[in-house]
């Protein structure tokens, strides 16, 4: 390959890159998109959310068929699970997803450089692979996305002991299954397995799970998944991990200090976080520095310690989340274009995925009391909303909280059905400075879920109707 001028080229073609790379041609950019792995849609689409969501779509219906049928009259039989069927339906999702970014790739005149890129400066990338050579830029974008962290004392063969891409493949359905970390991957994909019949226990370093959320969420979904089977070893570290014949001995010991235990399990899941990905890339070399967390360190703006090398997505600070990759590359393609756009980080939802579903925005209680700021809660139940009841699914509540002085929505926290849906509309209320009163003076439909919205906004104002 002969070395070719783009005005953009970026390094990863994540929901960050590829978002970025459309954005940039349809602003009228020469865009070139350099991606190591044989498909595009980087971690998101080949071994993270859509496969994650394809198996939990999967198990839900049958735990759905087993136990939740029988009420609504429906006798189903014996019912079988067919592990190779649910593969083969999550890969032709993952496949379907990953050939549309291709697809969108050609329809935009993106051009996608096989192989690995390599910062050589000067504003030039180097890739090593199916189209090896070096091409040139005026802006190179890092968009390297994240890898597993790894757990010191455990080695991850992703057959025994196994990351969420291990957890994502396994052949059989373990008899017990353990795992390390009650954060978004430990819940969802425990969740999977505990689903299609695993003896699942997760083990958490912190006292509570899903640490970063509401506390009074974390209590409450624990509750609810110990209903549905999963165990919880809570303030426990895991110390070592021996893979063998008869399954992998763990031991583990109080996070507080104390003596330790050992406990067996077929298969171990690794997920304790992720950490930006950006070996190999030549950082040093074209002056990029990391922050003291490994993250590529930007200035607000995407810019890099090195002119005219960005980064954005996971690689950087912030959440690790495919939409706010994707919102990071639409501001900085528009920012190339002398655009003067917007990000509100304050406004990035975030879901797990579980069922019944946890859904957040903006502040959690524990965040506005630590900064000392006066609150008001509304609070509504699903036991009370007539659609959850005719759907069996009451588990769960929308919780909003508003600034008392601003009367500003600052926070929302749904456990519920759908509840990946229904955080949309407050999401909308935080970004454009909406108060709860705000919410309820808008029409919901009846019957609906969205009506617990309202009503948890009217709850905060002492004026909830159906409790
Ligand atoms: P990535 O998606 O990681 O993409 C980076 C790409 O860069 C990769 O394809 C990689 O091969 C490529 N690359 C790296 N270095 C080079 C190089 N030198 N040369 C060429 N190519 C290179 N987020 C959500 O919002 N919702 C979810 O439901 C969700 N579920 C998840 C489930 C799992 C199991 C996991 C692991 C993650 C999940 N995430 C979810 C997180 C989400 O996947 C990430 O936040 C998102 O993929 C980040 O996008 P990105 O573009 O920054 O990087
Ligand atoms: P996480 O940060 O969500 O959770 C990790 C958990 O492991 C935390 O609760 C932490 O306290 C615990 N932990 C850390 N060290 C430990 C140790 N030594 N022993 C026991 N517990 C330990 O990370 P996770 O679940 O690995 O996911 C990584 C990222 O991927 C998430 O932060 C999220 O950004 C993204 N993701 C998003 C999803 C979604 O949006 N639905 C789904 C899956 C992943």
Known sequence: MSEQAFDVVIIGAGPGGYTMAIRCAQLGMNTAIVESRATLGGTCLNIGCIPSKALLQSSEFYSEAAHGFATHGIKVGKLEIDLPAMMKQKQSVVDATTKGV??????????????????LGGGKVEVTGTDAGTVSARHIVIATGSEVMPLKGIEIDEKQVVSSTGALELAKVPKTLV???????????GSVWSRLGAEVTVVEFLDR???????????????????????????????AAKSGKAGVSLTMEPAAGGAAEEMTAD????????????AGLGLEAAGVQLDERGRVKTDGHFQTTAAGIYAIGDAIQGAMLAHKAEEEG?????????QKPHINYDAIPGVVYTWPEVASVGKTEEELKAAGIAYKTGKFPFTANAR?????????????????????VVGAHIIGADAGHLIQELVQAIEFGASAEDVYRVCHPHPALSEAVKEAAMALDGRAINI
């Not at 291709?102 to 910062?119: A, D, H, S, Y």
């Open 102 to 119: 291709e697809f969108l790739m050609k329809k935009n005149k993106i051009t996608w450089l096989k192989g690995t890129g390599k910062l």
């Open 179 to 189: 795992v390390i970390g009650g954060g978004v991957i430990g819940l969802e994909l």
């Open 209 to 239: 799970i899903l640490p970063t959320n509401d506390g009074e969420v974390s209590k409450q979904m624990q509750r609810i998944l110990t209903k549905q089977g999963m165990k919880f070893k809570l303030g426990t570290k895991v110390t």
């Open 267 to 278: 298969i171990v899941l690794v997920s304790i976080g992720r950490r930006p990905y950006t």
């Open 330 to 338: 639409v501001v900085l393609a528009e920012l190339l274009a002398g």
């Open 388 to 408: 959850a009841r005719a759907m069996t699914m009451t588990d769960g509540f929308v919780k909003i909280l508003e600034d008392d002085k601003t009367k500003k």
